[in-house]
């Protein structure tokens, strides 16, 4: 089948009688145009099926309004909700998200092929040769997920120590003294630094871990990990998990092994996925607030760009502590 021909503004402009600057000023709106002119403009661009180049006439104008967001490595449903949200986010802003899989392209990098206004990168995700490519390009970026200071870069993460310590002195504030640990890789900086949080409140309590492994931040992964720490580990009446999708798996091992929650067991996460609210689930957790976050790096990402000297800055989002039935 042939290829059908692109419809231009050209076209539109023959077809109707007027210049191509008539065609683009009844495209852009707020632009001084007869209004019968732009009606007539309008009917026959919807009648041969021309439609404006966004990406042309934003370059045009200096400004692609491409954001390239590198997805990571998504393991659990938050980081899931992240991407959505931000997408969404950029989108409401009108600028276009190009979702990239740095496990499928170079390290992120190939996204620099595109003409972008900006990239948007979790921490976790984010390479040294990244940053000095879009340093060397003019590329802004900004990071979630960690602090990143010593890279000039501009960035906004939850206080993962301060939110996994409210999460441990609850549990001491119970009576729980017997704590165990399900944390997730170790070359995330929440997992090490959610960590710290457990251990600050244990050592001010004259307590510390008795049990501890790491998992994938999976629900399966959970499941696994809290299964065979719990059966190695028959005394321990506080498990606290790096997140909630381990903390639900967690759940499911402790029902598998007949172990009441939270009677005989305290159990809580990190984040506030939405599966932490299931009714199923009722899991006590501390809230990583999404929404708070996307907001902020959409606030970074705008006064980049319309400030592209300006010193980096890091934004600290405050964690919650969450209450439900699993403490």
């Known amino acids: ?32 145009l007869e209004e019968s002119k732009r009606q007539k403009i309008l009917e026959i661009a919807t009648e041969i099926g021309y439609q404006p180049n966004a990406l042309a006439a934003g370059l ?45 392209m170079n390290g992120g990098a190939d996204a620099l092929a595109f003409p972008l206004d900006a990239l948007i990168v979790r921490g976790g995700s984010m ?23 010593e890279l000039n870069i501009d ?6 120590r301060t939110g996994m310590e409210l999460a441990a002195e609850l549990l001491v504030s119970k009576g729980r003294r017997a704590f165990g ?20 409140v244990l050592e001010r309590a004259n307590l510390s871990l008795e049990a501890e492994v790491v998992s994938d931040f999976s629900v399966d992964g959970g499941f696994a ?10 005394h321990l009446d506080a498990l606290i998990c790096a997140n909630d999708a381990m903390a639900i798996g967690a759940l499911g ?20 996925a939405d599966m932490a609210d299931w009714q199923i689930t009722q899991l006590t957790t501390v809230r990583n607030p999404l929404e708070t976050t996307v907001q902020e790096i959409l606030k970074l990402l705008v006064d980049r760009i319309d400030n592209p000297d300006r010193e980096c800055r890091t934004i600290r989002v405050e964690p919650q502590l969450i209450l439900r039935g699993t403490h």
């Open 127 to 149: 390479s040294e040769d990244l940053v000095h490519r879009c340093a060397k390009l003019g590329v802004p970026m900004i990071c979630y997920g960690r602090p990143t200071e």
């Open 60 to 104: 045009q104008g200096g400004r692609s309004r491409l954001v390239a967001v590198i997805e990571g490595d998504v393991r659990n449903a938050h980081d899931t909700a992240v991407i959505s949200q931000l997408c969404s986010a950029l989108n409401a802003n009108g600028f276009w998200p190009i979702l990239v899989s740095v496990t499928r």
């Open 155 to 160: 960035s906004a993460y939850c206080k993962n």
């Open 253 to 272: 091992a402790a029902h598998t092994l007949g172990i009441a929650v939270p009677d005989r067991l305290s159990v809580v996460g990190f984040d506030d």
């Open 225 to 234: 990990a809290a299964r065979s720490l719990l059966m190695a580990n028959t």
């Open 1 to 32: 089948m042939a290829k059908r021909k692109r419809i231009t503004a050209q076209m539109v402009a023959d077809r109707a009688g007027v210049s191509r600057s008539a065609v683009s000023r009844a495209f852009t709106k707020g632009s001084y």
């Open 181 to 200: 640990y399900v944390g997730g890789p170790d070359q995330f900086y929440s997992s090490m630094q959610r960590r710290k949080g457990v251990l600050n």
